[in-house]
């Protein structure tokens, strides 16, 4: 952490010294991936120092090759640093002053090449990162769309960005966070719509991270920027789609990139962020409503459906008389809440299960399953039958919440409910419900409501969540970004 | 963007009395439904009917079409509570102000205005869920009334500040 305090060392002539630097601060000769190449051009020293893996060794290669000609074609070495700073065949060569810059550049993957008795080095960029290339992510497929999703490298990710917007306004700021990992993070946003306000927090908020690393990546920034506490709720909505950032863009929200993180994180968010997805706006504006609807339908499903059947179980003279037949029509030893909790928490060990089977194994153990645990629990007196429908039910729509995270904590709040309702019955039911709603409306991530447009009602972009309206229609930015242009697109001339 | 001519042709956001009286409607209109539903699964004795119980109505008051219609007429008078608000406390920052409009106009309605309706007995009579669901139902209503008209007010204010300077 000192290190950053230190002063800025200037390159010395000497390339042995340059060489003694590099072996004490960066452990050269003791790690293996750090290395060095010695060249005689035109009788004077020339090193490059580079981090294996992280750059491209053909290009290095000739890169050397037109160096090491110098030789051949020159005579007079007295222009050496014009003559290398013209062979080194490459579009991004940048001329650096300090030892601090030779560390990074060659910590970051650059190779930089130092000339004896030149105070100038340069800093070459033939980088080439491991990683994937551009794949459908997992979390949020489409049935039509664009299948490039965000990957590790964060200039892969903010390309797929600018492939979208080629809006010259388009900013990618570039901020190093961690002391020692020196992340990069960057805030994607264009420069006449977004909030100047909100840039001006998350550039401090983001500035403001003291912290060795961020190895988990995005998540880490986001808790670092929303405190969010013990809150369950996500209080920033994560996307892997390329497409779905750029629109946010559009919109006027602020993309934050994180290197090293397949998702990037869009700010400001509201709950029905949340629960939508990029399928409503690939398929026609009816059918992106009713898709909108029937998920509204599941994830509204997966809160209450458990609490409110269990009180009927409770309470069997609330239910109306047209759907009386409702309940449970056997007796079981166990206290259906007992069942119920116990049914959930066992979806809970699938859904972990899952995630850690390797994929060939995770068919056979989702039949095992379905198909064994839920019948034989009801053979053998466990479980009433109604307990599997309801919690497979609401287990469904839980995961028909296109955010992972809000699926998961709406599953906290049915299980809060589900004990209270066990606890207090009818008022248990009516009281916990309306606290949680208010728990979730007072809820303010970034100064922005967190149910808008819901409460505080806003009609016209209410109006935007009930229906998906179709693209031409759409004139307007939404007002909860503060976009500092409202206008997406000029109106028609016969429109007053 | 485009030339400033066309600029009065783009569409101008909403006026704020216009935006409490689609709230005040909403508002009305949604948690009557809420309250229908509550009704319907027994949680209260009190069904939004009980708006047009005082009138002797034809048959069709109890049949659906009376549903519907007392919950739009509490839409409409939920448009006067929302106005109420507006002119009296839009200033008042933050979302608990609502709160208590909402046990305000609880308390008017069950304590007040109880004997013009028929349908809610007196107060004491009342079933213990009944008044908890009233009274978590009011205050949500008077939270959706008072936090939008509020917010919009600040929205406005700070729209009106940034055009200024």
Known sequence: MSRSNEQKWPIPESTQEIENYMKQRVGLGISFDLGVRKLKVLKKDVQIYYCNGLCDTRFIIELIEELVQINDHEKQSTNLYQLVYNRLLNQSVQPIQTLDEIVDL???????????????????????YPGRSPQEPDTEKVVRGARDGFVENIILNTALTRRRIRDERLRFEMIK????????????????IADPDLLKILRKEVKAIKTDGIPMGDKTIEEFILKQGWNPFPLVRYTERADVAAAHILEGHVIIYCDTSPSVIITPTTFFHHVQHAEEFRESPAMGTFVRWTRFLGVLASILLLPLWLLFVLEPSLLPKEIAFIGPNEQTNIPVVVQLLLADFGLEFLRMAAIHTPTPLSTAMGLIAAVLIGQIAIDVGLFVPEVILYVAVAGIGTFTTPSYELGVANKIARIILTILVAMFHTPGFIIGSTVMFLFVVHMRALNTPYFWPFLPFDPKGFMQIVVRRAIPGSLLRPSIVHPRNRYRQPPKENEK | M????NIKNYPKPMSFPAMVFWTGLFGGVFWGVIGYVAYFFNFTEISPQVIIEPWTLGEWKNGWLGKVISIFIIGAISVGAAFVYYLTLRKLKGMWFGLGYGIALFLVVFLILNPIFPGIKPFFELSRDTIITSICLYMLYGIFIGYSINYEFELNKVQVKEASS
């Open chain 2, 2 to 5: 485009a030339n400033d001519q």
């Open chain 1, 106 to 128: 060659v910590l970051s993957g650059q190779i930089v090449v130092v000339i004896e008795g030149e105070h100038t080095a340069l800093a070459v960029d033939v980088r080439s």
């Open chain 1, 177 to 192: 966070v961690g002391e020692r990992s020196k992340t990069d993070v960057a805030l994607g946003y264009i420069e006449d």
